[in-house]
């Protein structure tokens, strides 16, 4: 079935750079992307979303990117802290815009 | 605390036995959703509520696993005759009524099958 992907299960960066976490998608029908942050032993936790009449959408410190045409997804995160050391998912809503299907994730490491 | 809570946190059972799940989401909220996670892996679908009706089932829900929400509130969620295969965090969101708004997770319930 339809499925969303990560293009690295990794990334590690340096404190107070910034930090660029891609996903591809593979339903061109979807209309809303969601990122999720999930630290160990919790629950993913929502960051910031977007929806397909958008290609740019900023939060604090964070930025999503959508490039329907490429079918592309990124989030950035701006002067990255130990905090942000985390796994983040990107999503996408499916039938109807109710159903939320994630992709693998990747694994942010901060360093110090 | 996103206000949706789960309970129990951990659960450790021996194969074959029965084990019941429950969420409690965020009051207004019509939606609610089962999820679960093995490790180093996205969340995976199972199952779909809005009010007290099942909208959706995941082909991953075989016949051993069954939710419930009667009341529209809170949900279980019960796996019968348990397998290690089950071990795995298992959680629940909530959502509002409008369409491709994010849902909210709950912590999870951890469970091992030994």
């Known amino acids: 079935g339809e499925n969303v992907g990560l293009h690295l299960p990794t990334l590690s960066v340096q404190e107070g750079d910034n930090s660029i976490i891609n996903c591809a998608y593979s339903?061109?029908?979807?209309?809303?992307f969601i990122w999720y942050k999930q630290e160990s032993g919790k629950g993913p936790q929502f960051i910031i979303d977007?929806?397909?009449?958008?290609d740019k959408r900023q939060g604090q410190r964070v930025t999503v990117l959508l490039n329907k045409t490429v079918k592309h997804l990124s989030l950035q995160i701006a002067a990255t802290q130990p905090g942000d050391s985390a796994v983040y998912f990107c999503?996408?809503?499916?039938?109807?815009?109710?159903?939320?299907?994630f992709g693998a994730g990747t694994r942010l490491f901060v360093k110090a | 605390d996103t206000g949706v809570s789960q309970n129990p946190r951990h659960k450790i059972t021996k194969r074959g036995q029965n084990v019941t799940f429950r969420c409690d989401p965020i009051?207004?909220?019509?939606?609610l959703y089962w999820y679960r996670q093995t490790l180093g892996q996205g969340p995976e679908f199972l199952t779909y509520?809005?009010?007290?009706?099942?909208?959706?089932k995941s082909r991953l829900l075989s016949d051993r696993f069954s939710a419930e929400r009667p009341k529209g509130s809170f949900s279980t969620l019960e796996i019968q005759r348990t397998e290690q295969g089950d071990s795995a965090m298992y959680l629940c969101a909530s959502g509002g009524l409008r369409q491709n708004t994010e849902a909210f997770f709950g912590q999870g319930t951890r469970l091992t099958v030994v």
């Open positions: 999503a996408e809503n499916g039938d109807g815009g109710f159903k939320t299907i």
């Open positions: 509520f809005q009010n007290e009706a099942q909208l959706e």
């Open positions: 977007i929806r397909s009449n958008m």
């Open positions: 339903n061109s029908a979807s209309d809303y």
């Open positions: 009051s207004e909220h019509n939606r």
